[in-house]
């Protein structure tokens, strides 16, 4: 157990880095390395220290995590069959995120204003990727709207996170966390449906693994700075 604990990380790097060779040299199993990133961060968080677990891991946060898991399985093979429920499962992630992200620290009235500098600037960014798409998102257009939409709203939260008087470094991981899920999605959407790039693939999974690394490393500190 105690090895699992301390090596646990490098191997979620490693899966990630094999599964994006697999992709790059067209290998098999591409699909199976790629369901193993989730589970591996799992394991970290259910391997820890038992002082250090009791508090960081939060109901909504794990129903989170696996509809991220959901999405990933889905999206394995991508076609037009998948996508559409592959994107309701992130949306779905993305729900939960925001009550986790609640539960940690209640908007306040005093503390609105970098919230909403994060909307805003989400709001014109996804604006003009919307808009540079247009019509090549074909029936993905209401779809990709409400998932920018809960992007939006996730990443504000996660913001407002960083204004906890005890959270506040770990609220840094969950905003850049969700930050890098955003760059995730924005390559995977725009290569989806405009560059078809076979290769920018790995971009999209070098961030998206990144993006859950970056989480779940937020969900394990929680109970420290807690109690610090």
Not at 23 to 38: D, N, T, W
Not at 179 to 207: E, K, P, Q, W
Request: proline share 3%; hydrophobic share 60%; with cysteine.
């Amino acid at each position: 157990m105690e090895w699992i604990r301390r090596n646990i990380l490098y191997l979620f790097w490693m899966i990630l880095i094999v599964h994006c060779l697999f992709h790059f040299f067209h290998l098999p199993f591409v699909g199976i390395s790629k369901l193993l990133l989730i589970p591996t961060l799992l394991v970290y968080l259910f391997t820890r220290k038992k002082e250090d677990a009791l508090a960081g891991i939060n109901f909504f946060y794990l129903v989170a995590i696996v509809f991220a898991f959901i999405g990933d399985m889905l999206l394995v093979i991508i076609n037009d069959l998948l996508f559409l429920p592959g994107m309701i499962s992130y949306i779905v992630n993305l729900f939960f995120l925001c009550i986790f992200f609640l539960q940690l620290y209640k908007i306040r009235l005093d503390q609105l204003f970098k919230p909403l500098m994060v909307l805003l600037i989400l709001a014109v960014i996804g604006y003009f990727v919307y808009g540079f798409l247009g019509d090549k998102l074909k029936q993905f257009q209401l779809p990709v709207l409400v998932y920018m939409f809960f992007v939006a709203i996730t990443a504000a939260l996660a913001m407002n996170t960083t204004q906890h008087p005890q959270l506040h470094k770990t609220g840094w991981y969950f905003f850049i966390g969700i930050l890098v899920f955003i760059v995730s999605n924005t390559i995977l959407v725009l290569n989806r449906f405009h560059f078809l790039y076979h290769n920018l693939y790995i971009a999209v999974m070098l961030t998206y693994g990144t993006a859950q690394y970056l989480l779940v490393r937020g969900v394990a500190l929680v109970s420290k700075d807690v109690r610090s």
